[in-house]
């Protein structure tokens, strides 16, 4: 068994990672491809053979230098019309961090996709092209950030040599900027003043503003303080697998199989089980072939209970000092990512960790305006890249936490039971940080067919 003082010496490394998150999002022709292009060849982030390949596409367009946005505009018809569709994630590191990086479309119809991109995110950078200022999508886009509590923000005031590299243009933006996102609750924003064409403070420091003293945008990447310990947060240890081998070796082995969510589980705890609220003793804890006394998120390990209790995939198990209330009410905002609208009354799966239940959607009490973060009130539906509140009965009790406190177990999915289609990226709770959401719901009723709960 592996001793408690190493596996205790395991979580201060796990608390001390250097994995960075982060996406990208800005509107069109503001230059984040340019800058993500820029910031990966300048770290020399890029193989010898990507390289080539963009400098053969920018040679045939006629263009005397490669053009760097190739880099992350990998389909064809991003290429073909300058713009960023899909998601595209890129994987570099620097002596100092290794970094994921989701570079988001920019364009209002795929609001959706910067929604899959940041959902993970701990940090975001937001374009802004120097020349235009702050514009409706930039406000949308520090929205977005906001509803999915991504702690750090970063404004980077792009086209800087196109303004004369002008400190009081690089003001008034930021200024802007930080109001807007500081009223939606987003914790911290960092403004930087770049030239991603030209390179200015994107890896090196820009000669040409030597009235910004602040670190360029790949330092500050390297430096923000990014906590990844989930193990402060309420364990949550949702089941995905059980393991029974009825061997000759194992004739009574019973272990319960997943990814720890969040928090710590030692032998000896208390938990109680959810959503049925039976409740035993963590007796063994089996993680890579081996017993521990001690495991955090987001180790994969199998946990062994003292008692015999019906346990199968989707349930719950956490602390009973610390276990989620249950529910059959969810009041969540949602994105919603789907062609077909999400109309009241419309029957639905709801996927919650590793567990799927059937659910009526009961009301649609508002649709958010991200320009001005108005509510648009009993919109009847919602439709692609619609972003609103909703009032969702599920069939079976859930163990949803708050959004704000856990990302993870905050989050669901709502699906077309018809074809496994995914309508909705849903956050249950509050909408943003800043903002209590005061909306009464009306019931509506449900149907016969097995949806009426």
Not at 27 to 50: I, Y
Not at 159 to 181: C, H, P, Q, S
Not at 416 to 437: I, K, S, Y
Request: negative net charge; aromatic residues 4%; hydrophobic residues 45%.
């Amino acid at each position: 068994m592996t001793s408690t003082t190493d596996q205790v010496a395991g979580l201060d490394d796990l608390a001390a990672t250097t994995l960075l998150r982060f996406a990208t999002a800005g509107s069109v022709d503001d230059g984040k491809s340019t800058l993500v292009g820029r910031l990966l060849h300048d770290s020399k982030s890029v193989l010898t053979d990507q390289l080539e390949a963009v400098e053969a596409v920018s040679a045939q367009r006629g263009q005397d230098t490669p053009d760097l946005a190739l880099l992350t505009d990998g389909l064809r018809a991003e290429r073909e019309q300058g713009i960023t569709i899909d998601v595209a994630y890129r994987y570099f590191a620097t002596a100092r961090r290794r970094f994921i990086l989701a570079d988001t479309p920019g364009h209002v119809q795929y609001t959706r996709n910067m929604v899959t991109g940041a959902s993970t995110a701990d940090l975001a950078v937001v374009l802004v092209d120097a020349r235009n200022g702050v514009i409706e999508q930039t406000r949308r886009h520090a929205a977005v950030a906001a509803l999915l509590r991504v702690p750090h923000v970063v404004l980077a005031v792009n086209k800087m040599d196109l303004v004369g590299y002008e400190e009081a243009v690089f003001a008034k933006i930021a200024e802007e900027f930080t109001a807007y996102a500081s009223d939606l609750g987003v914790p911290e924003i960092t403004a930087i003043p770049i030239s991603a064409l030209a390179g200015d403070n994107v890896v090196e420091p820009s000669a040409h503003m030597d009235w910004y003293g602040g670190p360029t945008v790949l330092e500050h990447l390297e430096t923000v303080p990014v906590s990844h310990d989930l193990t402060a947060c309420p364990a949550r240890f949702p089941v995905q697998y059980v393991i029974r081998p009825q061997t000759a070796e194992h004739p009574d082995y019973r272990g319960y199989a997943g990814q720890i969510a969040s928090g710590v589980l030692r032998v000896g705890e208390a938990v109680t089980v959810l959503p049925s609220g039976r409740t035993s003793v963590i007796e063994g804890i089996d993680a890579l072939g081996e017993s521990v006394d001690i495991a955090w998120a987001p180790q994969s390990v199998t946990v062994r209970l003292r008692d015999d209790i019906d346990i199968s995939r989707g349930d719950l198990i956490a602390p009973s000092a610390s276990a989620p209330a249950t529910t059959q009410d969810v009041e969540a905002t949602v994105c919603h990512v789907a062609d077909q609208p999400l109309a009241v009354g419309a029957r639905v799966l709801l996927k919650h960790t590793t567990r799927t239940v059937k659910a009526i959607v009961k009301d649609i009490p508002s649709r958010l305006t991200l320009d001005d973060l108005s509510q648009h009130p009993d919109p009847g539906q919602l439709v692609a890249n619609d972003i609103g509140r909703v009032v969702v009965r599920t069939a079976e009790p859930l163990a949803l936490d708050a959004y704000a406190d856990s990302r993870r177990t905050g989050s669901f999915l709502l699906i077309d039971p018809a074809d496994g289609t995914t309508l909705a990226a849903g956050m249950a709770g509050e909408a943003f940080a800043a903002h209590a959401h005061d909306a009464e719901t009306e019931a509506v009723q449900a149907d016969d067919e097995g949806w009426d709960f």
